[in-house]
T-cell receptor
Framework: EAEVAQSPRYKITEKSQAVAFWCDPI?????LYWYRQILGQGPELLVQ????????DSQLPKDRFSAERLKGVDSTLKIQPAELGDSAMYLC????????????????FGAGTRLSVL | AQKVTQAQTEISVVEKEDVTLDCVYE???????LFWYKQPPSGELVFLIR??????QNEISGRYSWNFQKSTSSFNFTITASQVVDSAVYFC????????????FGKGTKLSVKP
């Protein structure tokens, strides 16, 4: 069964350092999402891509976070500089459709990257 | 504004008991979809079910069943004869029925099933 791949699974970094997370969606899935999940909370969207284009990055802290999906396949999320409050699980998801439309709006999630900022 | 409320933060049951997880949602959209996801300790979110706003038929899948009631804006999830492997955090989520929609999650309910 196809899966969303994420790496690394765990990342420990010091405040003010740069970190990067990688996501490879299910093959053929046009839409890719990055979510952040703080301990004890539900995931919240950071950025949504449709192919290589950003559809929604309204919740992405753009002063320190950046995301790209250059060839419309895999994606990288970067934080520079990391802050203590960035400690969270970063989840990547993909879907075959566009946003909320129809039968293709099921989002499939990867195992996530758990970030600890010291 | 869209919102999903899962009032039960944690539930603990003994194996073989039935348990219902509550979900109440708010939306002004007429077309929307509701989801349940399971998050085991390993971290990944596992898709369980999707319902669209025009289909209020309840669904049963093995030991799992879902009760969707638009009149009360609820989409509750029942596990019959719970098992230890059901222990996880369960999230209810909502997505609007447009082209640009992301999942709006509740805060989750942590279910512990004890042997």
């Amino acid at each position: 069964e196809a899966e969303v791949a994420q790496s690394p699974r765990y990342k420990i970094t010091e405040k003010s350092q740069a970190v990067a997370f990688w996501c490879d969606p299910i093959s053929g899935h046009a839409t890719l999402y990055w979510y952040r999940q703080i301990l004890g909370q539900g995931p919240e969207l950071l950025v949504q891509f449709q192919d290589e284009s950003v559809v929604d990055d309204s919740q992405l802290p753009k002063d320190r976070f950046s995301a790209e999906r250059l060839k419309g396949v895999d994606s990288t999320l970067k934080i520079q500089p990391a802050e203590l409050g960035d400690s969270a699980m970063y989840l990547c998801a993909s879907s075959s459709g566009t946003g909320g439309l129809g039968a293709k709006n099921i989002q499939y999630f990867g195992a996530g990257t758990r970030l600890s900022v010291l | 504004a869209q919102k999903v409320t899962q009032a039960q933060t944690e539930i603990s049951v003994v194996e073989k008991e039935d348990v219902t997880l509550d979900c109440v949602y708010e939306t002004r959209d007429t077309t929307y979809y509701l989801f349940w996801y399971k998050q085991p300790p390993s971290g990944e979110l596992v898709f369980l079910i999707r319902r669209n706003s025009f289909d209020e038929q309840n669904e049963i899948s093995g030991r799992y069943s879902w009760n969707f009631q638009k009149s009360t804006s609820s989409f509750n999830f029942t596990i019959t004869a719970s098992q230890v492997v059901d222990s996880a955090v369960y999230f209810c989520a909502l997505i609007r029925g447009g082209s640009q929609g992301n999942l709006i999650f509740g805060k989750g309910t942590k279910l512990s099933v004890k042997p």
